[in-house]
């Protein structure tokens, strides 16, 4: 089946730094999702993206579809401390489940 | 509305007890799921409904019995669960016909644990 590999498992920075996470796969997708989930509650969706090279952004938040449909990165710019909580892409073929990356887990310092 | 909720929030249970989980969606959404997250993990999809019809069952034991009632509202029954079945139980949504048939919008989730 289909794998995600996500990186970095974990990041520990401080208030006001960029953070870089990212995906790749084995194999193609025609979406790419992120989501971020705090302790307790369910995954948040934050950006979809739906294009080989799409490039959206969301706040702070900006992410891009990979131009071979094999990867995604998600940046966060200028972290705040409510930034703090485990993000997860998620690749999908159309019409098939969702492959979900084992997560980032970002701990920002004030 | 574009929000998925779930109750209860938190439910303990014995192994011989039997209770549902409720979900409700009122975005219009035709497909509806259930997950089972670990600690820490990705969410593990269980059941998929589509049209109030079950589409995919991820080879879920029978002690867990999904049911759609209508197009908003998914349940899930327990019944004679073992101690590692406790999890984040987490219900989404998410449109069929077009193509934002990916995005899948989430609930707060249950907290199971089973004693």
């Known amino acids: 089946g289909q794998q995600l590999n996500q990186s970095p498992q974990s990041m520990f920075i401080q208030e006001g730094e960029d953070v870089s996470m990212n995906c790749t796969s084995s194999?193609?997708?025609?979406?790419w999702l992120w989501y971020k989930q705090e302790p307790g509650e369910g995954p948040v969706l934050l950006i979809a993206?739906?294009?080989?090279?799409e490039l959206t952004s969301n706040g702070r938040l900006t992410a891009q579809f990979g131009i071979t449909r094999k990867d995604s990165f998600l940046n966060i710019s200028a972290s705040i401390p409510s930034d703090v909580g485990i993000y997860f892409c998620?690749?999908?073929?159309?019409?098939?489940?969702?492959?979900f990356g084992e997560g980032t887990q970002l701990t920002v310092n004030p | 509305d574009t929000e998925v909720t779930q109750t209860p929030k938190h439910l303990v249970m014995g192994m011989t007890n039997k209770k549902s989980l409720k979900c409700e969606q009122h975005?219009?959404?035709?497909?509806m799921y259930w997950y089972k997250q670990k600690a820490k993990k990705p969410p593990e999809l269980m059941f998929v409904?589509?049209?109030?019809?079950?589409?995919i069952n991820e080879s879920v034991p029978s002690r867990f019995s999904p049911e759609c009632p209508n197009s908003s509202l998914l349940n899930l029954h327990l019944h004679a669960l073992q101690p590692e079945d406790s999890a984040l139980y987490l219900c989404a949504s998410s449109q069929v016909d077009i193509i934002s048939y990916n995005e899948q919008f989430f609930g707060p989730g249950t907290r199971l644990t089973v004693l």
């Open positions: 975005m219009g959404h035709r497909a």
């Open positions: 993206l739906y294009k080989a090279g």
């Open positions: 998620a690749g999908q073929l159309r019409g098939s489940r969702l492959t």
């Open positions: 194999s193609i997708f025609n979406t």
């Open positions: 409904y589509s049209y109030e019809k079950l589409s």
